[in-house]
């Protein structure tokens, strides 16, 4: 019984302990401090021993191919999501009127290179349309003859051929005895769609969702084979004009990196909040 009131002292010592171990857990191991050493060695070697005397010449162009990049991935993704909810819809609960034609929009934009989905458009549609003198007469023909609206329509419809495949693995994935309990309270079609099916079908998709979004920034290069000055057509003309081969190209991939990360770290957020929507 003597014994006893020495034990509590004793147990308070581990708690000072965890708290130092977990101070010490914090700081970066090793092998991070390199690779972070080697990155700042790396910028800092790109900075001080390459030619970026050239930047202020065709910073204005530059900014211009950025935002360029920026907005047609933009549009396209938002463009291309619309189309690939009722793609995925149509293919995991619609008839079959609509689901064949949904699996087969799906299989040939999925099956074909979109550079040669970007030309049929461009070469093929785009040369088309000077031949009807009605086209030529209406308010769209200032659109119709600029090589932008094609690279959009290509890139959206890539977009949706790959996302209508994932959504309808999203709808399918969502537990039927939901939707059936949801049908016994009395909710209507489109209520269960909106609250409860089309959420979680969604919540599903977002990792993949967010890796479709990064390959879209990685096609957008593509729309420069039909004139479209985006980023990387800056980066060409530059080599072009100075005959400087690898400080365009660094400075393209660092932009592309930005965007990168910009799109992962929003798509983690969209990740946390739409469950607390969902509960």
């Not at 308070?12 to 101070?23: A, C, L, N, V």
């Not at 390459?50 to 991935?73: A, E, F």
């Not at 969502?174 to 909106?194: C, D, W, Y």
Request: aromatic share 12%.
């Amino acid at each position: 019984m003597t014994e006893t009131p020495l034990e509590a002292p004793i147990e308070t010592f581990p708690i000072h302990k965890d708290s130092d171990t977990s101070g010490q857990a914090r700081k970066l191991p090793p092998h991070r401090i390199v690779l972070i050493l080697i990155g700042v060695a790396l910028v800092a070697s790109a900075i001080f021993f390459m030619r970026w005397d050239w930047l202020p010449n065709y910073g204005d162009l530059i900014l211009q191919g950025l935002w360029r990049t920026i907005w047609i991935l933009i549009v396209t993704v938002i463009i291309g999501f619309l189309l690939a909810v009722p793609l995925g819809l149509a293919q995991a609960a619609g008839p079959a009127i609509l689901a064949v034609p949904a699996r087969v929009f799906c299989t040939v934009i999925r099956g074909t290179p979109l550079l040669l989905q970007l030309w049929l458009l461009y070469y093929g549609l785009g040369s088309l349309f000077p031949q009807y003198p009605w086209i030529r007469s209406s308010e769209l023909w200032p659109y119709l003859r600029q090589a932008w609206p094609y690279a959009v329509l290509a890139l959206s419809l890539s977009y949706a051929g790959y996302e209508g495949e994932v959504m309808r693995g999203a709808f399918a994935g969502v537990p039927k005895g939901q939707l059936e309990s949801a049908r016994a309270f009395g909710m209507r079609r489109f209520t269960i769609f909106r609250r409860i099916w089309l959420p979680q079908a969604i919540h599903r998709a977002l990792p993949t969702l967010a890796g479709e979004a990064v390959l879209q920034l990685k096609s957008t290069p593509l729309v420069a084979t039909i004139t479209v000055v985006d980023l990387y057509s800056v980066a060409s003309r530059v080599r072009q004009d100075t005959f400087i081969t690898y400080e365009p190209l660094l400075l393209l991939a660092a932009g592309y990196l930005v965007i990168t990360g910009i799109i992962v770290f929003l798509f983690r957020r969209l990740e946390k909040l739409i469950p607390s929507r969902l509960g």
